[in-house]
């Protein structure tokens, strides 16, 4: 079975930090570009980071360059975000997804919860 | 940055109505690479449909994608109880911002 799983999110202060991981399982991770998509409360989804195959290219929404970094360890099928200077507007359900080459996200994982607030 | 308008924002219809849902960009698409997703509460969204067409895998083929450009709709065509959710959206242009329409609910009338 195809699975993502997140793990990482919780309660952090304004200008904290979390390390956000997904690990995979049920296909060839170095295969496929990785992503991380958030979703707000109430709003509709968000793509915040994405990253090929290799780690060679990483490109990241205007809003978190500079403060997220995302990386991926192709040995151990495992994604993460690093997520630094949070601010509360960064407040959101973090999902890790895939792209099989087809331009769409076709597997997510079940999200974790980022809340940043004093 | 490619802005995606979904409309209408809430559609109300019956079990066994067709529902007709739009997506409008801001500007053309790259090889219209326009993406469907279903997401009901407390859930992941799910792909319905890809490159502005194609059925995912899995998917009841009472789900159909059509358009191209800035045009793009997602028809479903006789409404099961459990396709009333939110519906969104997405698409992959040649650069990021990889951006997600603001939905359309699809309710129980």
């Known amino acids: 079975e195809v699975r993502l799983v997140e793990a990482g999110g919780g309660l952090v202060q304004p200008g904290g930090s979390l390390r956000l991981s997904c690990v995979a399982s049920g296909f060839t991770f170095s295969s496929n570009w990785m992503f991380w998509v958030r979703q707000a409360p109430g709003k509709g989804p968000e793509w915040v980071a994405s990253i090929e195959t290799d780690g060679s290219r990483a490109d990241y929404l205007d809003s978190v360059k500079g403060r997220f970094t995302i990386s991926r360890d192709n040995a151990k099928k495992l994604l993460y975000l690093q997520m630094d200077s949070l601010r509360v507007d960064d407040t959101a359900v973090y999902y890790c997804?895939?792209?099989?080459?087809?331009?769409?996200?076709?597997?997510w994982g079940q999200g974790t919860m980022v809340t940043v607030s004093s | 940055e490619i802005v995606l308008t979904q409309s209408p924002g809430t559609l109300s219809l019956s079990p066994g109505e067709r529902a007709t849902l739009s997506c409008r960009a801001s500007q053309s698409v790259n090889n219209n690479f326009l993406g469907w997703y279903q997401q009901k509460p407390g859930q992941a969204p799910r792909l319905l449909i890809y490159g502005a067409s194609i059925r995912a895998t899995g998917i009841p083929d009472r789900f159909s994608g059509s358009g191209s450009g800035t045009d793009f709709t997602l028809t479903i065509s006789r409404l099961e109880p459990e396709d009333f959710a939110m519906y969104y959206c997405?698409?992959?242009?040649?650069?990021?911002?990889?951006?997600f329409g603001g939905g359309t609910k699809v309710e129980i009338k």
């Open positions: 997804a895939r792209d099989p080459y087809t331009k769409a996200f076709d597997v």
């Open positions: 997405q698409q992959f242009g040649s650069s990021p911002p990889y951006s």
